[in-house]
């Protein structure tokens, strides 16, 4: 699932709870404590529809692995019900800075992907997520293959220059 453009998805709204109309969210991030706590207005985004509503949000309480969020303008269990299956997204610019050496897979989107001998294979297209590792999705010639995100295929990634050189093993691209 990605989110318009301008937008990144940062938690998907699973239902209500209690009585306020507070949610349960899932984090789709690597660092929610710190994205959480400073979250005061984001996107209600409908995934389906397309919408994106601007809103106040404050983090109730941790659960475990997910959180508890009041949504401005839902005060019942009722109300907080059209929210369920919808995401959180925060504009592009306000997103967390990442440590040197790592990037957003939407940095990415549409970087040349070529083999350490300079040959071009694709385009990288999004990330799946993998049993082991993700999964890089590279469009090519109106098919997809997927490469494992793993150091030992993956060379060199350069966000400035939108190029990804990988080592890829006979037949991986067929299959």
Do not use: N
Not at 66 to 91: C, D, H, M, N
Not at 142 to 151: C, F, I, M, S
């Amino acid at each position: 699932m990605s989110a318009p453009p301008d937008l990144v998805i940062v938690a998907e709204i699973l239902r209500p709870v209690g009585l306020q109309g507070e949610v349960k969210v899932r984090p789709l991030t690597d660092r929610p404590e710190e994205r959480f706590q400073a979250l005061g207005e984001c996107f209600v985004w409908d995934g389906r529809g397309g919408s994106a509503e601007a809103r106040r949000v404050a983090l109730r309480r941790r659960e475990g692995t997910q959180a508890i969020f009041w949504v401005e303008g839902f005060t019942s269990p009722e109300a907080a019900r059209a929210l369920q299956g919808k995401y959180l997204a925060v504009p592009r610019e306000l997103v967390l800075p990442v440590p040197d050496g790592h990037f957003y897979p939407w940095q990415l989107a549409g970087a040349e992907v070529v083999s350490q001998e300079g040959r071009v294979l694709g385009r990288f297209a999004r990330v799946e997520p993998g049993a082991q590792q993700d999964l890089w999705v590279i469009a090519t010639e109106g098919r997809e293959w997927l490469l494992p995100a793993v150091p030992e295929l993956v060379r060199e990634v350069s966000v400035a220059e939108r190029r990804i050189v990988v080592d890829v093993p006979d037949g991986l691209m067929d299959v």
